[in-house]
Structures are given as structure tokens and as C-alpha cells.
């Protein structure tokens, strides 16, 4: 514009005057045209990072088939990275995973009106209280069957798996017992006592035999409240997490092959699956640190 001529004199107008007119300063207008005629391109300011966002996005991808598990997040992704030496930001991982499509399907969050179960469940060191409940699936010789399993509500650590055809009272006892034998180191009157069980009100748990077997290794019996499914979350979040990563993935021949494909995803969970509420350790690591908390103690 300050270029332009004007029509009756033919002359320039000048800088001075398009400045004067536009209420602007004429240092605004040369550092304007300073950068138009440089060269450098504006980069972001801050420190360099060590991967552009193509060579992260690749270094996303090899965590992502690294990985045992399916449908891991970006915050369990950016967890990894830290693990494999590479810091970044949380939000730049879910920017390029999100342009890169490998974010995993979510549901909207339901809208809550009101819920009468208030407070919290996860206690403050392990063996404080277990969740236990079942849940079903399907053999192609044994058609459909039962998977009972136990969790520590501090860790979230399973104690104990077990599958069947029958869903006894006697069968649901069986993570309960292999997780006394692991972490109280024997089966006997009050080995466990100061634990609590909670568990719902389905018919094994609250017949007298389960009943009888848990008071006889002094575990307390703490029941959900009814129609209130968050009183037993623990459990149930880790049925989603067998369900997605297991039961929905692989077809089992029979029961025999889904105990020991059972047996083998309790350990794998147990030392790599990364929480969020447990700084994105695995349940091994923060009982590990528990233990050793109270020894220091």
C-alpha cells in the first residue's frame, strides 16, 4: 500500500502517511516486511526434541507391536516410551497417535444422575481386602464355562484363576485358596485373618459351605451392595481386561487349555500390565514396594 501511487499526484504515498492512516507504528510495518523477505522459517520455540513427529510416531508404532496386550491407550503408550528412554509429552503421544489412527475404540462416558454408593474401595496396603467373582466363556469340546478369579483392591494384583464346568460353591472357593497359600504361606485356621472378601450375592458366595471356608481362615465377609456393581469394581475391571485381551481373542479347544492359557495371562498381567492409579507401575511392582515399605518400617 505505501507503495501504491495516488491517482491525483502520482506520487507514492509513502510509509509514513499508510502508518498514520492505519494507527499503526512503522516499526510494526518493516519488522512485517523484514519477516516476509527472510529466508528462516518460524520454528517452535523451546528446547529441540530428539524425534520429529514422523520418527516418533514410528517409535509409537514398535511399542504398540512390542506390547502383549491389545487396545493399550495413549497414556499407557506414553508410559512405555518413558520405560524404552524416550520422554515426551503425554499430549504430543495422543496428538500423533490420534493423526495416525491408533488410538483405540472408547465409549462415551454415561451421564450419572446420582449414585448411593459413595466412598472408596481401594484400601492402603495389600491383603486388606479382595474382590472375587465369575464370569463365563466358551470351549469348542466343553461348550460354555465358568471363570472364577480373585484380586487384591490395593495392587489390583490377581491372587487367584480358576476355570470350570460346574460353577460350584466348592469351585469359587479355588482363588481363594490359591491366593492364601501364595500370600499368607499356608492353609489353615485364621491363616488370613484381617482380610475381607467382597463379592456379590450370587448363590456360590453366600452359601453356608463358602461361608464356613472363609470364616474357618479368618477372612471377613464383606458383600456389595445389591444392584451396585461399583462395590465390586476391582474384580469387574479386571474381567474387561481378560475379556479384551484373552476370552474375546483366542478360541480354547477345552477347559484343561483355557486353565492353562488362564495361568499364563495371571503372570503376564500380574508383572506387565501397566495401572494408571498405581503411577503406571504394574501390580507386581507396587506390592513389591509395599513389601518393602513395611520392612523399612
Not at 456360590?204 to 471356608?213: A, I, R, V
Not at 484373552?246 to 477345552?254: E, G, Q
Not at 504394574?282 to 514396594?289: D, F, L, V
Request: proline fraction near 5%; charge should be positive.
Amino acid at each position: 500500500m505505501s507503495r501504491t501511487a495516488s491517482p491525483s499526484g502520482n506520487k507514492p504515498y509513502g510509509v509514513a502517511r499508510v502508518a498514520q492512516v492505519w494507527e499503526v507504528p512503522r516499526s510494526s510495518f518493516y519488522a512485517a516486511r523484514l519477516r516476509a523477505a527472510s529466508a528462516v522459517v518460524p520454528a517452535k520455540r523451546g528446547p529441540k526434541t530428539a524425534f520429529t513427529d514422523p520418527e516418533l510416531t514410528e517409535q509409537i508404532r514398535h511399542i504398540i507391536g512390542q506390547t502383549p496386550f491389545f487396545g493399550e491407550g495413549h497414556r499407557k503408550i506414553w508410559a512405555r516410551l518413558r520405560y524404552a528412554g524416550i520422554r515426551t509429552s503425554r499430549q504430543r503421544v495422543l496428538r500423533l497417535m490420534r493423526a495416525a489412527g491408533l488410538l483405540s475404540p472408547a465409549r462415551r462416558p454415561s451421564v450419572v444422575n446420582g449414585n448411593p454408593h459413595e466412598g472408596t474401595i481401594i484400601t492402603d496396603e495389600p491383603n486388606q481386602m479382595w474382590g472375587t467373582d465369575a464370569t463365563a466363556t466358551f470351549t469348542l469340546a466343553d461348550g460354555h464355562v465358568t471363570v472364577f478369579a480373585a484380586i487384591d483392591h490395593c495392587t489390583a494384583e490377581c491372587v487367584g484363576i480358576h476355570a470350570v464346568k460346574r460353577a460350584t460353591r466348592f469351585e469359587a472357593l479355588e482363588p481363594i485358596r490359591q491366593g492364601v497359600r501364595e500370600h499368607f504361606g499356608q492353609f489353615s485356621r485364621n491363616a488370613a485373618t484381617g482380610l475381607r472378601l467382597r463379592h456379590d450375592h450370587g448363590s456360590q458366595y453366600m452359601s453356608d459351605d463358602f461361608q464356613k471356608e472363609i470364616r474357618f481362615l479368618g477372612i471377613q465377609s464383606s458383600p456389595a451392595f445389591v444392584r451396585q456393581p461399583e462395590g465390586n469394581g476391582c474384580i469387574e475391571r479386571f474381567f474387561r481386561s481378560l475379556k479384551e485381551q484373552l476370552l474375546w481373542v483366542r478360541h480354547f479347544d477345552n477347559v484343561e487349555q483355557l486353565r492353562l492359557a488362564l495361568s499364563d495371562f495371571r503372570d503376564s498381567y500380574n508383572r506387565q500390565w501397566l495401572i494408571e492409579r498405581l503411577q503406571f507401575r504394574t501390580p507386581w511392582q507396587a506390592r513389591q514396594e509395599f513389601l518393602a515399605q513395611r520392612a523399612a518400617a
